[in-house]
């Protein structure tokens, strides 16, 4: 059997589309195409379409390497970084690969074919698909599109008012005037609040508990000045240097030290909201990178609460009732509008079923190889981004891992690579693992595990991934290679960095 593509790419947004761009590039003759369940390009940044929404990652490290952003907003909106990803696309000839309004329902291995089927249907039509290739990269992020994370709320049946789930924003909604409760304090709910703040008759953030908000600067003014004496690709090149440097400073200070970091990040924060306001709304009870930090650019948040306009409340919910939520402290906040900034729902592989020879794959069973492919399931790979540093990094790098090991594969004449793990390598701990938010926790059960050292560990380090990934030879010993070997097969140079 001949499958119908090389490469079959499942999503088409920043992930998708920077697989496809990579092989456009290093494996120009390998036939690929990528299936979207959307009608549109963008993936996250395409079904998130809530006031304010935004990258929480400066875009010189969070845009492609091979295609620099070209403004010096250091936070993009999701508007345009979603024109971002469709430019990439039709500029490397990938946005004509795409078959859109295609939902996955499965797929097979079958080694006696060596190839995977994936089973699929038009949204729109209902037409049952079939698509066959040799190689399957998932590029679906880690959690549902389809809902959100969304608690059942004690008393909710009775609230007269909106109640409304980021995830599922309503285009018409009507905020001018309104009072608003924002439940949540990741990085929605500090999206939200000062885009909405201006309209909004009063709006406020009811947290359970405080995360850790970091100001940056909303334009970069040393790269904007240097626009004037240097080529453009200079100034992008210094950029991208710099703020990967100073990431990777505070991620290392922040596990290292926890608590001179925080009392940084607690002090700035005490200077941006002013005497006025309870440093208890910002004072987390974790340490920093327990989880992500929220980033606002301009402290805009905080001047929207310096101003009177937003408000903080740290308390839990005893009841909704028709006119807004009673606390347990025995408060009322009364709201037109209440809005379920309640994070997000895990989801493994896009939900997206595997079987393999018949046996069904549960993912959380088997370990992850140099965080791209997984343990024992052949010619299969997923794209899956840092959580301390911009998801783009080592998607990336990533790509450019897989472009490497098939062209290995082609020139030693394999039709089949699988990753095998020792018998005693396997941890409990997720690829998350040393994530505290809680729609990890709530999820460690869907994702794949680690292994106790390299290549069964992801490490989230950029010099070691890339010393991994961009440098070590793409065949190891863990690594099972099949088919006939030509005796005069050269092998692949290293690439640089």
Request: glycine share 8%; aromatic share 10%; with cysteine.
């Amino acid at each position: 059997m001949t499958p119908e593509f090389d490469v079959l790419i499942i999503g088409a947004g920043l992930s998708g589309i920077g697989m496809a761009c990579h092989l456009s590039k290093e494996c120009p003759r390998k036939r690929v195409a990528i299936l979207e369940r959307r009608q549109a390009i963008g993936g996250t940044w395409d079904l998130f379409r809530y006031p304010g929404i935004r990258s929480d990652s400066d875009m010189v490290t969070f845009g492609y390497s091979f295609r620099p952003w070209g403004e010096h907003k250091v936070l993009a909106d999701g508007p345009s970084i979603r024109q971002y990803i469709e430019d990439t696309a039709r500029e490397h000839g990938v946005d004509r690969l795409i078959r859109y309004g295609t939902k996955i329902e499965g797929a097979s291995w079958s080694t006696e074919q060596r190839c995977w089927t994936v089973a699929a249907h038009d949204e729109t039509t209902g037409e049952k698909l079939t698509f066959t290739c040799k190689q399957l990269v998932s590029c679906t992020g880690y959690y549902n599109h389809d809902q959100g994370f969304r608690p059942k709320f004690p008393g909710e049946e009775q609230y007269k008012g909106q109640l409304v789930h980021p995830q599922q924003w309503p285009e018409e909604l009507d905020y001018r005037g309104k009072r608003i409760v924002v439940i949540g304090s990741g990085a929605t709910a500090v999206t939200l609040i000062p885009a909405m703040a201006g309209q909004a008759g009063h709006i406020t953030m009811l947290q359970r508990s405080p995360s850790y908000v970091m100001t940056v600067p909303g334009w970069d003014k040393p790269a904007a000045f240097l626009s004037y004496f240097l080529p453009r690709s200079w100034v992008y090149g210094l950029a991208r240097w710099r703020n990967l440097r100073l990431q990777q400073l505070i991620y290392k200070a922040a596990r290292r030290w926890p608590r001179q970091v925080r009392s940084w990040l607690l002090n700035h924060v005490q200077k941006q909201v002013g005497p006025h306001v309870d440093m208890q709304h910002f004072t987390p009870r974790y340490n920093p990178w327990d989880e992500r930090l929220c980033a606002v650019p301009d402290g805009d948040l905080f001047r929207v609460i310096r101003e009177g306009k937003a408000s903080v409340v740290t308390d839990q919910i005893k009841t909704f009732t028709e006119n807004g939520i009673l606390l347990k402290s025995g408060k009322l906040l009364e709201a037109d509008i209440i809005i379920t900034a309640t994070g997000l729902e895990l989801q493994s592989l896009g939900g997206m079923v595997l079987t393999v020879d018949g046996q069904k794959v549960e993912p959380s069973k088997h370990l992850t190889y140099k965080g791209v492919l997984l343990q024992d399931i052949p010619n299969f790979a997923y794209l899956f981004g840092y959580t301390n540093a911009p998801w783009t990094l080592k998607v990336e790098m990533s790509a450019d891992y897989l472009c490497r090991l098939w062209r290995h594969m082609d020139a030693v004449g394999s039709d089949m690579m699988t990753p095998r793990a020792p018998a005693d390598e396997k941890l409990e701990e997720s690829v998350l693992g040393s994530m505290q938010s809680g729609y990890v926790q709530r999820g460690q059960h869907l994702l794949p595990r680690q292994g106790r050292s390299l290549p069964w560990r992801v490490v989230n380090n950029l010099k070691a991934d890339r010393t991994m990934l961009l440098h070590d030879p793409v065949a190891d010993a863990t690594l099972e290679l099949r088919g006939p070997a030509p005796s005069d097969a050269v092998p692949l140079p290293r690439r640089a960095a």
